[in-house]
């Protein structure tokens, strides 16, 4: 290899940081100062990006007298504020009533919400801390119910034991073919599916 080949002319030192920054350090910007400025301060609200180069000691004094919002208003705090919340975009109202709008019941979130997601259909995760609320009907639902001779608060198993009865009473093979036994038969079987889809039993 060559005492001057073209790879050591390529090799770069660091310099000493201390050196570095004494080098490149401007001086402190403060009247009558002749240290070196190495810490910045803003120059202001309207010179967004501007700062100002002062000494350590300087820095400090001018921070502590340092206000953003001087020469405004208190009404021009209180709307920069404002604006501040949502990062100076625009906004919209939620919806056309947007004014009138509440949480409704079926919004659940939380244990509650995944307690209805998981749906433990075979009991696997217990009743252990959970309350059961009472199922409010919908109009068909309760005409169902109706139809089947039972109340609102009738139990899966009570529902299929009613379903049953009724159709071994009014079965056309039990009646001997009477058309007002048929219509109740399809009634209590349009029922009991609507009942099946719905979730009762």
């Known amino acids: 290899m060559k005492p001057y080949s073209k790879y050591f002319e390529r090799i770069r030192i660091r310099p000493d940081p ?10 402190c910007q403060w009247d009558g100062c002749t240290a070196a400025g190495a810490y910045r301060a803003p ?5 967004e990006g501007q700062y100002f180069k002062f000494c350590v000691d ?8 340092y206000n ?36 409704t019941s079926n919004m659940r979130s939380g244990s509650a919400a995944s307690r209805a997601r998981t749906r433990d259909t075979y009991g696997l995760f217990g009743d252990a801390g959970v309350v059961k609320r009472e199922r ?10 109706e139809t089947l001779g039972l109340g609102p608060k009738a139990t899966g198993a009570e529902i299929k034991a009613r379903y049953k009865e009724l159709v071994k009473r009014h079965h056309p093979d039990a009646n001997g073919g009477d058309r007002g036994s048929e219509e109740r038969f399809r009634n209590v079987i349009q029922a009991y599916r609507l009942l099946k889809q719905a979730g009762f039993c």
């Open 18 to 27: 201390e050196t570095a920054a004494k080098a490149e350090a401007p001086r």
């Open 136 to 145: 409010r009907l919908k109009p068909l639902e309760a005409k169902a119910m």
């Open 43 to 47: 120059v202001g609200r309207m010179a």
């Open 68 to 103: 953003y919002f001087s020469g405004l208003s208190d009404g021009e705090v209180a709307r920069y504020q404002k604006e501040a919340i949502t990062g100076n975009r625009p906004t919209w109202k939620f919806g056309a009533n947007s004014a009138n709008w509440a949480p």
């Open 58 to 65: 300087h820095v400090r004094q001018y921070n502590k007298g």
